[in-house]
């Protein structure tokens, strides 16, 4: 847990060790999924995780749609997911972001806006940067407002990974921005 920079753990958080990982091969390198008991609770970009059990049959439909997601085809992911560990601020912006459609994109200010706080458009960013379920809660999606972003701040290839996700939607990000 120590990558996760400022994160704050409530103390029903989950703990990663009490996980169900599953690993998974992409053209872009390893993605980690780990399941909880309340649900889909972490995605990771590039940290292999070894696989760790079967999650429930229920993650099956999840999983195919992952596979058709990183397949370039359009998918809406209908997965219970756990939050529990952020505070309740970082709880309210992921979710807004859940609701992102495919292959749109918002500036961090129009997220800050939606939740109704439109001047919390770096706090937004701070929420995005520590969003612990990538893809599903589309952080991708969010864009700064001169440029591309941040993107997984315990994440070394981050910006990659954001330009590889936007480009899956059909989203084009102008060569050379930051």
Same mark, same amino acid.
Do not use: Y
């Given at each position: 847990m120590d990558?996760?920079?400022?994160f704050q753990y409530h103390p029903d958080a989950m703990n990663e060790s009490d996980l169900i990982w599953v690993q998974l091969k992409t053209p872009k390198g390893p993605l %980690?999924?780990?399941?909880?008991?309340?649900?889909?609770?972490?995605?990771?970009?590039?940290?292999?995780?070894?696989?760790t059990g079967q999650p429930k049959a229920k993650?099956?439909?999840?999983l195919g749609d992952l596979d058709d997601y990183l397949s370039g085809k359009k998918v809406r992911?209908?997965?219970?997911?756990?939050?529990s560990g952020h505070t309740p601020f970082r709880e309210q912006v992921l979710r807004?972001?859940?609701e992102i459609p495919y292959g749109r994109t918002v500036s961090y200010g129009d997220l800050a806006f939606e939740i109704g706080k439109p001047q919390a458009a770096r706090a937004v960013g701070q929420a995005m940067?520590?969003?612990?379920i990538p893809i599903v809660?589309?952080?991708?999606?969010v864009?700064? %407002?001169?440029?591309?972003?941040?993107?997984?701040?315990?994440? %070394?290839?981050?910006?990659?990974w954001k330009r590889y996700l936007l480009g899956l939607e059909g989203v084009r990000v102008q060569a050379g921005l930051p």
């Open positions: 990558g996760f920079k400022g %980690s999924i780990g399941w909880g008991e309340r649900g889909l609770t972490r995605i990771t970009l590039n940290e292999g995780h070894p696989n993650f099956d439909k999840f992911f209908k997965v219970p997911f756990d939050l807004a972001c859940a940067a520590h969003n612990t809660i589309p952080c991708h999606r864009l700064s %407002s001169n440029g591309i972003g941040g993107f997984m701040q315990h994440c %070394s290839e981050g910006l990659e």
